[in-house]
């Protein structure tokens, strides 16, 4: 994991086509530096310039813009596995910074369930499963460019954070996937509005999530809505910050109506809560 994730970096620094324009800081938003497992990166390629120098050039993995003709942003997505203290920024097989990773130490939660139908799927439903997450992973792994120079968010839904991003599940003592989402608990029907605009890439009823929308807000970010009861946009729909998408459901394999809302860059899941402009 560790290389791949230096991996992107280096590609985040080293492919190219041309330099930005210039634009001011004030209007490149986005998240502060959340620097552990789940969080983000925000690194101003300044401290490097001198390193890099008229070679430094940007491509198309880079989710940032600049704050002036030579100070850029970059945005590195950390993923939840990653087991290291620090991240290695290379350029040409060089390391140029090392940015010191704290640690977050995330909630775990144990249930026990008697009913061993209940923890694992059916087996004629394993076809359907394997293809809804092959279109999942397709949807979170979309990269279009859209020069977004705002990426921080409105808060989807009036509710209440139900589960944390990052938990570390077992069932019957046995571990499960990570809840690598937001869980926000509300009334059924409560409505579900766009935080971010975006493009609907991928919507359908699938068999954990339910009625499940997916998000392409361009340039690496991705976010996804499960669990609604119904849906009211369209694949391919453009959509602005305040429509509506849904509402609040428990379709899917849930305990009770809930919104599980995913937020991705480049691919990897990030705590939600870090694109807010207003926590929960
Ligand atoms: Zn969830």
Known sequence: MKNNFIAIFALIISSCSSLPKKITNSECIFPTDNT??????????????????????????????CKS????IVLAPIPLSYKENKVQVTFSNKVVASIPLQNKAYRESRIEIQNKSLVNPPEVMQDRIKEEYIQGQKAKNILTRRGSKQVMMNKPLVGIISSEFGVRRFINNQPRNRHIGLDIAATEGTPVKVPLKGEVILEGNFFYKGNVIYLDHGDGLVSSYSHLKSKRVTLGQEVSEGDILGYVGSTGRVTGPHLHWEVFYLGIPINPEIFLKELY
């Open 36 to 65: 552990y497992p789940g969080g983000l990166i925000n690194y101003s390629l300044d401290s490097i310039k001198s390193e890099v120098g008229e070679n430094l050039k940007l491509g198309d993995l880079i989710f940032a813009t």
């Open 69 to 72: 003709d030579s100070q850029f």
